[in-house]
């Protein structure tokens, strides 16, 4: 079975970290798996490339609106041949809709992965276009509840479909953790970790005004990300005198190892759908401070595994994270070890993979089925 993944950005975000681990484990399942992505690449191709995945571009850029984003992922479809292509956030769902009219693929699945990815002219064209899908999906209940009560999608052509995480991977590890996170922190701080891109949805001013009021001199805060806003992020830094507790890193490629180092996840976001990170801060046995945004609450259990907070109100923000910092040690261990526990019951990557690939195939029965 020949599978192609289109994603709009391959880069080092949720929903492509994602895609990148249903590659790896349909590869192991013996799909013959590729990629395209729309603009050109800016991470996670070693990842690909370890795994024998071939991908390949379309070199868009940002913002860009050109007819060979269409004709050009039609070409590789025709080219490829796949029985599936799955793509996934709204460009890509976008550009796969109208390639269909070109290239004609035996099924094609369409992945939202946030609560709002757009305004009403793109919300009308999810719902003009819905037809061209043999499904669509979302990863969190809420954005499909969304989706379903702004007409984006009829009920019966939509679905729930959560993300998953490799727990062999992010876990946790005490022993480097002491060790680690000595090069961020002094015995008697909090490490606090963020890993997001620099943008609107994740409601950076939220978080370091929350900062302000919550991180004392010995604590610090390790954001890992980039963005359009890197330059006022580090403006808000240092218009609240953060500098020294603060830490932009940038980039990583060393997310599992930083997750294992830190004492505590925080999450500002205004939106989401069901968080990829937020996933990896659980299995890695972090309790979080998250707003109460789209699936957050599916991931963060309310004074079990962390406190979700309203959005946009940095008072709460703060205030959950001081009661996070200064809990005893071993309520934070006993929060961690839920986080944990929840994830592997509810969000394994090989779990979820399984869903997909039975939801593949009932696609390609049906539509087997139509045409003898």
């Known amino acids: 079975m020949k599978l192609l993944f289109v994603v709009t950005h391959l880069a080092y975000g949720g929903a492509e970290t994602q895609v990148v681990e249903l590659c790896a484990h349909f590869v192991r399942r013996g799909w013959e798996v590729s990629l395209v992505s729309l603009m050109t690449p800016s991470g996670l191709t070693e990842r690909l490339d370890a795994l024998g995945v071939p991908w390949s571009t379309l070199g868009l850029r940002r913002g860009e609106l050109a007819p060979r984003l269409v004709t050009g992922l039609a070409r590789i479809i025709r080219r ?94 005490d022993a480097f953790r002491a060790e680690a996170r000595s090069a961020y922190v002094a015995d008697d701080g909090f490490l606090w970790l963020a890993v997001a891109r620099l943008t609107e949805q994740k409601d950076w001013p939220n978080m370091f005004a929350a900062c302000e009021r919550a991180l004392r001199a010995q604590d610090r805060l390790l954001v890992v990300g980039n963005g359009e806003l890197e330059d006022d992020v580090r403006r808000w830094v240092a218009e609240r005198g953060l500098q020294d507790r603060v830490l932009l890193l940038g980039t990583r490629t060393d997310i599992p190892e930083l997750m294992r180092a830190a004492d505590g ?35 963060v259990l309310h004074d079990r595994t962390g406190w979700l907070v309203p959005a946009s109100d940095a008072e709460a923000l703060g205030t959950a994270m001081t009661r996070l910092a200064t809990a005893p040690r071993e309520r934070r261990d006993a929060m961690g070890a839920a986080a944990r526990a929840h994830v592997e019951e509810h969000y394994s990557i090989a779990a979820v993979a399984d869903q997909w690939e039975e939801i593949y195939h009932q696609l390609l029965d049906k539509k087997a089925g139509r045409a003898a």
């Open 80 to 173: 490829q041949r796949p029985d599936v292509v799955h793509s996934h956030t709204l460009p890509a769902n976008f550009a796969a809709r109208a390639a269909r009219l070109l290239s004609r693929p035996p099924v094609l699945v369409t992945s939202a992965h946030n609560l709002v990815e757009g305004g009403r002219a793109k919300m009308l064209y999810y719902r003009l276009t819905d037809r061209l899908a043999d499904l669509t999906t979302n990863c969190s209940e809420s954005a499909v509840e969304r989706y379903i009560r702004i007409k984006a999608a009829p009920a019966d052509r939509i679905r729930y479909m959560p993300n998953g995480i490799d727990t062999e991977r992010f876990h946790p590890d």
């Open 265 to 299: 996840y925080v999450m500002s976001s205004a939106w989401e759908g069901l968080p990829i990170v937020l996933l990896e801060a659980s299995a890695s046995g972090l309790p979080i401070v998250a707003t109460d945004v789209g699936g957050n609450h599916q991931l």
